[in-house]
């Protein structure tokens, strides 16, 4: 075999192998792309997935908790729903129901007290009034706000004389609290949110009285 045969035989070889090399430096790469991505887009899928599979268990939980009954809740009947002018002379500290002003208090946080008679009207008309000692730790009326947040029909307030630091008020029910962390807060809103004791379902909790702050 003449050198410039044998030479060309030889470079034709290292190119094969070079070629060889990089085919497999890039199939190894692409590999690698898929792997890191399919496990990105894992992690993703797993992010949001997680969250949402826990949440749906605890709002399976806290459905669950409403249709038993709720340790410590208070029952009141014979509540009057005359619409009356000036004050009422309440049973409960909050109220629970009654007679009330002919205005309904609109729904949302204050961080100042609102009449008993407006917030009796809300609660004629589906709302829960949660109401706190004006010297409730401020990350427990956070925890408060939270739980409120987005629902339509509950009313959040200060209130002055409270025998136990929070108060959660329904017509006709009641529950005394001692921390924001309860786990029955939930479960409270959860059943009388619009719950079956509404004298008045789908009336308004807009469009009264009073300018929430959120």
């Known amino acids: 075999m003449s050198n410039r045969?044998?030479?060309?035989?030889?470079?034709a070889a290292r190119v094969a192998?070079?070629?060889?090399?990089?085919?497999?430096?890039?199939?190894?790469?692409?590999?690698?792309i898929y792997g890191t991505s399919g496990a990105v887009a894992l992690a993703l899928i797993g992010a949001v997935t997680v969250?949402?599979?826990?949440?749906?268990?605890?709002?399976?939980?806290?459905?669950?908790?409403?249709?038993?009954?709720?340790?410590?809740?208070?029952e009141f009947s014979d509540l009057g729903r005359d619409h009356v002018e000036g004050t009422v002379d309440y049973a409960t500290t909050p109220p629970v129901g009654g007679d009330h002003n002919a205005v309904?208090?609109?729904?949302?946080?204050?961080?100042?007290?609102?009449?008993?008679e407006h917030a009796v009207h809300s609660l004629e008309h589906g709302a829960v009034w949660i109401t706190y000692n004006p010297d409730l730790p401020a990350d427990q009326l956070a925890a408060l706000r939270d739980a409120v947040r987005g629902d339509n029909y509950a009313l959040l307030s200060p209130y002055e004389g409270l025998d136990s630091p929070?108060?959660?008020?329904?017509?006709?029910?009641?529950?005394?609290?001692?921390?924001?962390?309860?786990?029955?807060?939930?479960?409270?809103l959860q059943r009388y949110l619009q719950g079956e004791q509404t004298p008045e379902p789908g009336a308004a909790c807009t469009g009264g009285v009073g300018t929430p702050v959120a």
């Not at 309904?104 to 008993?116: E, I, K």
């Open 5 to 11: 045969k044998q030479q060309v035989q030889e470079r």
């Open 17 to 32: 192998a070079m070629r060889a090399e990089q085919e497999r430096k890039d199939r190894r790469r692409k590999w690698l």
């Open 51 to 74: 969250p949402l599979v826990n949440h749906s268990r605890e709002q399976a939980a806290i459905e669950a908790a409403a249709n038993a009954p709720i340790k410590g809740v208070e």
């Open 104 to 116: 309904w208090q609109n729904c949302g946080v204050y961080d100042t007290p609102v009449t008993n």
């Open 166 to 188: 929070i108060v959660m008020s329904a017509w006709g029910y009641q529950l005394k609290l001692d921390d924001a962390a309860d786990e029955r807060i939930p479960v409270f």
